[in-house]
């Protein structure tokens, strides 16, 4: 009987560790009532793109929620027809020999015998066809629980209730475009949360940013208030291995205050937070500034002085920018400043970044990488400064008093641009430009940003 009762307390998160789910279902209802759900009728959440925070997001739902099956329904959507090369299907099969729980739950399911096959090189496998068994093609080596993998879109988000942008921002736009042909005669407005990290530049009538949740809200017409961005300190895999960490959910408080609820667990402390638009900006600007902490630790032997001193100047010209971009922007700070820092420690951007000054990459190769999807920070790196160099935003340079273009007070983003974009320059610049001698202290951008009228409305698409 004792275990019976406790049976009812706790259940396995798919890595074997406990979690105790009293709450849970309170939670979930609440959230159901919320959005108007009735018995019978289940909440429907998928993700739209199975990259690896896509997926782990998923993953750690359908931990939580999917065994409430009645209620809710959990699923993900990712393009069909991507083939897994052989030797990554090689390395598939090794994960899943060294991993019991992993092995057992594939001969369960009778899905072990195909991974056979595809290390012998008999069978093809696919990437939507192994993310169903719990393997997203961008992190192999951390198998998630089973998925239910939809690969047409219609039938993925027409009835949604909640849809989460699992996208890179470059792909943003078109998805969301054609999602918007499925929505045309809906009744009821989903709610987005957008876990995308980047921006786009547009230059016309006047120069301003589109960040991923005003792609979103052009594509589809559902307002900016049903529309929230979740951002933290989050390495996916570590997430899902249980490390401890925590996010904001940014935007109207109608929403983000019951999700930040229902998305909060003991290893995910999830806060919310108003300022959508700082948040989503610094989304994009840490991964801009990532590549460059990865330069900088590969050319230094990861010298901690040299890293230092690069993460004083990067952010000083983040604060620079969003000073641009918002009246009071929220202070660079807690799960702000953490999302920027475990970024440039760890995270696909600085291992980019790393790679290249390695000379273990080329930038002939592009921005999107086989085994760690694409890489964001390439096109902020553009997008930023394409925009920060129009000199109808100028501001006065701190020596001389000269009205200039705003990105001539970020040398670092100049100099990844110079890096990345025309290629003029190797990674080996990125020193130099922290090792110039003319370079003005960290703290003097900080202060120009916050003791002048910097705000540029215009640069959101505001009058």
């Keep these: 009987m004792v275990g019976s009762i406790d049976t009812l307390h706790r259940s396995f998160y798919s890595n074997g560790s406990f979690y105790n789910c009293n709450g849970l279902e309170e939670k979930l209802d609440e959230l159901r009532r919320l959005i108007g759900k009735t018995d019978g009728d289940p909440l429907r959440i998928v993700s739209v793109g199975a990259g690896a925070w896509g997926s782990v997001f998923a993953a750690l739902l359908q931990d939580s929620y999917g065994q409430f099956r009645e209620k809710v329904q959990i699923r993900i959507w990712r ?17 899943i020999n060294s991993r019991e729980d992993v092995l057992r739950r594939l001969i369960r399911r009778c899905a072990y015998l195909k991974y056979v096959e595809a290390r012998l090189g008999d069978r093809t496998l696919f990437a939507d066809e192994i ?4 393997f997203c093609l961008n992190m192999i080596d951390t198998p998630l629980c089973h998925l239910k993998v939809v690969t047409n879109l219609q039938e993925a988000v027409w009835d949604a209730d909640i849809v989460v942008n699992g996208l890179p921002s470059t792909e943003t736009r078109e998805v969301f475009e054609e999602i918007s042909n499925y929505w045309k005669e809906r009744i009821n407005v989903p709610i987005i949360i957008s876990l995308s990290k980047g921006i786009e530049a547009a230059l016309e009538p006047l120069p301003h940013i589109i960040t991923p949740t005003q792609m979103i809200n052009r594509a589809t017409g559902v307002p ?3 529309i929230l961005y979740l951002g933290g300190p989050n390495i996916a895999s570590e997430i899902y291995n249980k490390e401890y960490a925590n996010a904001r959910i940014c935007g109207a408080e109608k929403w983000r205050k019951p999700l930040a609820k229902f998305l909060r667990h003991p ?22 500034y990532a590549i460059g902490a990865g330069m900088v630790a590969a050319l230094t032997n990861e010298s901690a002085t040299s890293k230092s001193v690069y993460f004083a100047h990067c952010t ?12 009071e922007p929220e202070k660079l700070a807690g799960p702000l400043l953490a999302d920027t820092y475990v970024t440039l420690l760890k995270g696909r951007n600085a291992w980019y970044g790393q790679m290249l000054a390695k000379g273990e990459l080329s930038r002939d190769m592009g921005d999107s990488i086989s085994g760690k999807g694409m890489i964001q920070g ?12 129009q000199s ?12 200039v273009a705003p990105v001539e007070l970020c040398p670092i983003l100049k100099t990844l641009y ?5 290629r003029e320059k190797s990674s080996q610049a990125i020193l130099q430009a922290l090792r110039d001698e003319t370079l003005n202290d960290p703290r003097d951008r900080i202060e120009i940003a916050q003791s002048h009228a910097f705000y540029r409305p215009s640069l959101l698409g505001q009058p």
């Design 418 to 422: 110079k890096i990345l974009i025309t």
């Design 224 to 226: 900016i208030e049903n």
């Design 316 to 327: 000083s010209e983040m604060i620079l920018i969003t000073h641009l971009l918002a009246e």
């Design 131 to 134: 993310l169903k068994d719990g």
């Design 267 to 288: 290893h995910f402390i999830v806060w919310d937070n108003s300022d959508l638009v700082t948040h989503e900006v610094m989304g994009g600007l840490k991964n801009v």
């Design 392 to 403: 109808s935003l100028s501001v006065l340079h701190p020596d001389g008093n000269k009205p």
């Design 79 to 95: 393009r069909p027809g991507k083939a897994v090369d052989r030797a990554t299907a090689e390395h598939i099969f090794e994960v």
């Design 378 to 389: 390439v096109s902020a790196v553009g997008a930023f400064y394409e925009l920060l160099s």
